[in-house]
Structure formats: structure tokens, C-alpha cells
């Protein structure tokens, strides 16, 4: 038996053959339609990626979340405008923004979290080493750690998904296990994310901004979008209409 | 002279008598060295210690040879592990398809992993069913 040197990724390298090759996936949310009390894509979230709920942590604060909704409101100034403040809040849908200049990348000492070739921001948990550095570059709040190990019921566990255990950082893969999905004969044959599937308002869009036909494109050039906190220079590619 | 008398054999008798022993020591090893050496090329055990499944997914690469899976398949499942997630090259069949023939890591990984003390890191996070389908019968834990 000879010396097996591990051939890593010289068949997966990046280059024209690589099914990533020239795209750039990038996510529309629509504030406007998103309803104030539903949660379905949260919920499908979890499901999909076995995101452990956070009433199956004891500590509330160590739930982990990819995908957030928090309501935005006007600073309520006198009781009139609180009337009409209620009507004027929003619901906004937090994500990991795969950025383009990703400073959970540039910090993680073990290259572990990397932005790969279409721009989705991922993190490698067989390599991760829970230190964390990650979470503190975010400036959306977007990273979490896994500090204990979760028991989760077998028929909550969606079994084709990996779950995390205790000791790596995780967030919002853009359901890159969808987009990257192949069909027996190895063509690929991509779906939505979990949330976007789930959404039932269509105010969830995620597709390859480089393609003109996909929907993300025609809706970025047809709207004016806003991006969260975008004088960082982070590039982030979750965009929102009505912000 | 007195000092040698008291040590017995000496030379190249003594030589002799220590190789002997060793073959006589080593020798019921040999039984283990043939067998073993007759299943890694292709022969069939006496006693069943891996569950082998009836049926074979046409798109499962791992139609080697069962020697070379035992060899290499920690190799094999890290560079498709490279492949999926940092380039999303997913194409080549993973740890999921071994499921769909290999039911339970009872019958299968863990006889292996158990016999040797290896406890792999995978099965914390990747679902690998153990007590499903498992056949304590034919392949009682050890």
C-alpha cells in the first residue's frame, strides 16, 4: 500500500467547469409584504436545517437563529402619533447577508468560515474551532454559536441535514444544500431556499444576480433597494425593498 | 571454567533454542495471518462481521473492491467533504447514500470502529441511525 496522498478539491477547484462558475447568488426581501405575525420561514428554516428551537434550550439567550424577524417602529413622540406609529412599523427579516467583503472571513484564524465562489458565505464546521471571532466581526448579528449539545427529537430531525453540535459557529447558509442540488444524473437541479419556498407573501427572492432572468435580477432592477449598514463597506448582497 | 558451567547452553546452541521458542509463541498467530490475509484478497470470511446489503445503488461510486473501501474510505468521504463544501460539487454520493444500502451503523461502521477503539466525529452531527434496523442477532455489540 502506497503513500495515498489526499487529493483534495483538484477536481472541485474552482474554474469553468466548477458549477458555481460566474454566478452570484444574492437575496430580495420585500418589507411590504411581509405580514407582521407570521413565521412560517422562520419555522421552515428550522426545520430544513435542523436549527435547534429555542424552547429546546433552557437559556432563551442561546438559541440559535439564521433567519430573525424584528419589528422596526418610528420613535413614538406623543400619544397622536402613537396611533399611527402602530400602523408604521415593519417587520424586517434578518439574515446572514453573505457579503461580498465578509469580516467573519477575513477574521477566522483557521479559515473556516470562507465565501465561496457565487458569493455564498459558508462555514466549514468540520474545521471551525469555536473562538468566535466571527460573531464579533458580524456587524448584522448574524453569527451564532452552538454552546451545548441540543437533543433533538428524530421526528423533528429533518435526516438528510447534518445538525451542529456543540462548539462550532453557524448562520445562514442560503440553503446552499438547495442550490447546489443535483438529480440522479449528476444535472444540476436547483431549489429554492427553505424560507423563500415557505413564504407565502412572495416576499422572499434569492437567485444569481448575474442571471438575467432570475427573479432577484428583474427585482433589483425594477425597485430601489436598501442593503443594512452599508457604510461599513461589508458589501452585502440581502437587499431590501421598502426599508 | 567455573563461570561459563553455571549459564548452561552457550553459543550456537543457545540461538537455536530461543528461535524455537519464538516460532512455537508466534505460531498460532500465523493461523490469523493466513485467514486474514486471504479475505483482504477477495476470499469470504467464515463468520459474518460486516452486514453486507443486498442491494447496490447504481450511482454509488463505492463499487470498489471491499479491501479498498476498508483501506481508504475515510479518504474518500474527506475529499467529497472538501468538494461539497467548499465548492458545492455535489455530484459524488456522500454519507447519506451509504444509508440507503448500509440501514444501520450498528450492523456495519461501528463493528469495525468498535473492534479497533475508533470513535469517528461524524455520526455527532451527521445522522446515522444505530439502533434503527439494527440486528443484534447476527451482530451483537462487543
Redesign the interface.
Known amino acids: ?1 502506497a503513500l ?1 496522498l ?4 483538484s ?4 474554474g469553468k467547469d ?3 462558475a460566474g454566478k452570484r447568488m444574492g437575496m430580495v426581501i420585500d418589507v411590504g409584504k411581509c405580514q407582521p405575525d407570521c413565521d412560517k420561514c422562520i419555522k421552515a428554516c428550522q426545520q430544513e436545517n435542523n436549527v435547534v428551537q429555542a424552547a429546546a434550550h433552557k437559556n432563551h439567550e442561546l438559541a440559535v437563529h439564521w433567519i430573525r424577524k424584528v419589528t422596526i417602529r418610528k420613535k413614538i413622540e406623543t400619544d397622536e402619533k402613537a396611533k399611527k406609529a402602530e400602523a408604521a412599523q415593519k417587520s424586517v427579516i434578518l439574515v446572514c447577508n453573505h457579503c461580498d467583503n465578509p469580516p467573519c472571513a477575513q477574521v477566522c484564524p483557521v479559515r473556516a468560515t ?1 465565501k ?3 458569493g455564498i458565505v ?1 462555514v ?3 474545521r471551525c474551532i469555536g473562538c468566535r471571532y466571527c460573531m464579533i466581526a458580524c456587524p448584522y448579528n448574524a453569527r451564532y454559536f452552538n454552546f451545548e ?1 441540543v437533543e433533538v427529537h428524530e421526528e423533528d ?1 429533518n ?2 441535514r ?4 456543540h462548539g462550532v459557529a453557524e448562520s445562514c447558509t442560503l440553503c ?2 438547495r ?4 438529480d ?1 444524473d ?1 444535472n444540476p437541479s436547483p431549489r429554492v431556499p427553505a424560507c423563500v419556498e415557505a413564504c407565502e407573501n412572495g416576499a422572499l427572492a434569492v437567485g444569481d444576480m448575474n442571471d438575467k432572468t432570475s427573479t432577484v435580477y428583474e427585482l433589483l432592477r425594477d425597485y430601489a433597494v436598501k442593503r443594512l449598514k452599508e457604510d461599513l463597506g461589508t458589501e452585502p448582497k440581502v437587499h431590501y425593498i421598502g426599508l | 571454567m567455573p563461570e561459563n558451567a553455571a549459564h548452561g547452553r552457550s553459543g550456537n546452541g543457545r540461538g537455536l533454542l530461543v528461535s524455537i521458542l519464538v516460532l512455537i509463541v508466534l505460531a498460532p498467530l500465523g493461523y490469523y495471518v493466513v485467514r486474514g490475509t486471504a479475505v483482504a484478497l477477495g476470499g469470504k470470511p467464515s463468520v459474518e462481521f460486516l452486514e453486507r446489503p443486498a442491494t447496490q445503488d447504481d450511482r454509488c461510486i463505492w463499487n470498489m473492491e471491499a479491501g479498498e473501501m476498508r483501506l481508504h474510505h475515510w479518504e474518500h468521504l474527506a475529499r467529497i467533504r472538501e468538494d461539497v463544501v467548499r465548492f458545492g460539487k455535489r455530484d459524488v454520493p456522500g454519507l447519506n447514500e451509504c444509508r440507503n444500502c448500509h440501514q444501520s451503523r450498528a450492523n456495519f461502521c461501528d463493528r469495525c470502529h468498535n473492534q479497533v477503539s475508533l470513535t469517528p466525529d461524524c455520526f455527532g452531527c451527521h445522522y446515522y441511525p444505530d439502533n434503527e434496523h439494527w440486528d443484534p442477532q447476527r451482530f451483537p455489540e462487543r
Open positions: 500500500m495515498r489526499l487529493t483534495t478539491s477536481a472541485g477547484a474552482p466548477s458549477p458555481l470562507f465561496r465562489e457565487d459558508l466549514d464546521h468540520h449539545d430531525l435526516k438528510d447534518p445538525k451542529r453540535s446552499a444544500h442550490l447546489d442540488a443535483v440522479q449528476g
